[in-house]
């Protein structure tokens, strides 16, 4: 599989950085910076919707892939995705969201345009959700890099955690390097809460979040929370999909969704409680949407939820 | 003296594995050039970033390029930092308490001290001591240490709009334990506001190190 990659800033040089040196070096055949300075003219972002084409950057490379990825790229700047994947033959792309500010204008004609060549689309929110794909150059990346899953093996003696394989990494390496971390740590909430917060949230850490944290559009606490869960999962400790269903069963079977996620959702961007499991709402929503697919829960009407 | 222009040092603060700010500090330093003054330039890139992350700048920045040039103004810093006069530009001894001593630190549940980190260099550079007692700082702490260190000024700070109430609570504590009356509160960081700080109470607030040194000068009675 040959990678094109269109970037922006320091959230696409991280994500380049960490997928060449995972093994992925060779795989990627062109790299473009894509920043408003690009677009010939001094046109405006704005100017861009009628006729993208007119203002392609013209030290666009040649080059010729199968995935496109878009890092860290202005959501305006969007437009230029079609044309770009059509000129490299991609047939697919992923656009990463995970900033507001990288949300593309227009996406609806961005899906349209690339759905009439035949290039599929994905948008992951943040990048570090993707997993499964029904489009098999996107499944492959997915394999190697999304949401993450790690292996753990449990000492019996000491009950602290003997080795952690990281068996799909977050694009920006936090998986990994937390991965590294987590050997020899007590297997206990506390010590790998701190881990995980401290290689995920922490800006002074080489592979820190660089998602928007804002609590009105909290992604980066969405994705330190699919870390921390994975982390969880794979260390055999109630994660908080186990939370939310003993949060309906507490409730006698049935209960309001706002009142489970008040009771599951910390208020505080750090997790805490034995009855927080996330900090972020759209986790909440997120993991009961997989609860419902996995035929856990169900709707009981009315704002309500129950076991199913 | 090394040439940069504002675009170089955008670029300088936005690069990811911060080897440029190294170098760019290094440099300047070996040809004599003032610590203050290269602070000074790094800061100018970083209000650039800053007003383009809240959408006033002319190019929009991201959660991300925010991160990373506050991460490489602090790798600036602790080259800087050594370099700093112990006498403060004005001429007053910053040993002891200076001009006064500023209790600093960043609210419960934001770990963000860019913005403090500046302001401790800029209350140093004239004249006041500082301590920092870092992120995450629980109220219990900022009592205790005012209660211990009797500063003259507490100054609270925070990045996050949902950390905005542990502001309060700080204020709160010192107020339970009758410490409030003998230390002047200026509060600041991206998510405070002027209206905010007076619905806690707050004595003052800094919109940016420079408006906040002006603040903290008044209160010595040194004006501005």
């Keep these: ?308 | 003296m090394p040439m940069t222009d504002g675009k170089e040092i955008l670029s300088i603060l936005l690069d990811f594995k911060g080897e440029r700010i190294r170098e760019f500090c290094r440099e300047r330093i070996e040809v004599g050039m003032k610590p203050h003054a290269i602070f000074g330039e790094l800061s100018a890139g970083l209000e650039v970033i800053g007003k383009g992350f809240e959408g006033t700048g002319e190019t929009r920045y991201f959660t991300s390029d925010l991160i990373v040039s506050g991460r490489n103004m602090k790798r600036a810093l602790a080259i800087l930092k050594p370099h700093f006069s112990p006498r403060g530009e004005n001429g007053f001894q910053t040993s002891g308490r200076g001009r006064g001593l500023v209790l600093l630190g960043t609210v419960k549940g934001d770990v963000h001290d860019i913005g403090k980190m500046i302001f401790v260099v800029t209350l140093e550079s004239n004249g006041f001591s500082c301590i920092d007692l870092g992120v995450d700082v629980d109220k219990e702490v900022f009592a205790d240490r005012v209660a211990r260190d009797e500063p003259d000024i507490l100054s609270l700070s925070a990045l996050l709009s949902s950390t905005l109430p542990a502001m309060g609570e700080v204020l709160h504590e010192l107020e339970r334990r009758s410490l409030r009356q003998g230390v002047k509160v200026i509060v600041g960081g991206h998510a405070v506001t002027e209206e905010f700080a007076r619905e806690i109470g707050a004595d003052a607030y800094g919109r940016d190190a420079v408006d906040g040194l002006k603040k903290c000068l008044s209160f010595v009675g040194a004006g501005s």
């Excluded at chain 1, 794909?133 to 009950?159: M, Q």
């Design chain 1, 1 to 308: 599989m040959k990678i094109g990659i269109l970037y922006a800033g320091p959230f696409g040089e991280q994500m380049i950085n960490h997928i060449s040196l995972s093994g992925f070096a060779d795989r990627i055949v062109a790299v473009y910076e894509l920043t408003p300075e690009k677009i010939p003219g001094g046109a405006r972002p704005e100017d861009l919707w009628e006729n993208p084409a007119e203002f392609m950057p013209v030290d666009l490379p040649q080059a010729s892939c199968d995935l496109l990825l878009v890092l860290g790229v202005q959501g305006a700047l969007g437009v230029f995705v079609p044309e770009i994947a059509r000129r490299w033959g991609a047939r697919a792309v992923v656009f990463a969201v995970d900033d507001r500010g990288m949300v593309p204008d227009a996406r609806r004609s961005i899906e349209e345009d690339l759905g009439a060549a035949g290039i599929h689309v994905e948008f992951p929110e943040p990048f570090c959700i993707l997993s499964g794909s029904g489009n098999e150059l996107v499944r492959a990346f997915a394999e190697r890099f999304g949401r993450p899953v790690f292996r753990a093996a449990i000492d019996p003696d000491s009950h602290r955690i003997a080795r952690v394989t990281v068996v799909r990494d977050t694009p920006c390496g936090t998986a990994s390097a937390a991965a590294a971390k987590l050997e020899g740590l007590p297997c206990e909430p506390g010590p790998i809460l701190k881990c995980c917060y401290e290689e995920h949230h922490n800006e002074e850490a080489e592979h820190c979040c660089l998602a928007e944290m804002d609590p009105l559009y909290p992604v980066m606490q969405e994705a330190g929370d699919l870390l921390k869960d994975a982390v969880f999962t794979a260390c055999g400790m109630p994660t908080t999909k186990d939370l939310i269903i003993r949060g309906i069963a507490a409730a006698g079977g049935e209960i309001a969704v706002d009142a489970l996620k008040e009771r599951v959702v910390s208020p505080q961007a750090r997790w805490e409680g034995p009855e927080k499991g996330c900090t972020a709402g759209r986790t909440f929503d997120l993991y009961l949407a997989e609860l419902v697919g996995e035929g856990k829960v169900e709707s009981a009407g009315k704002g309500k939820v129950r076991i199913r």
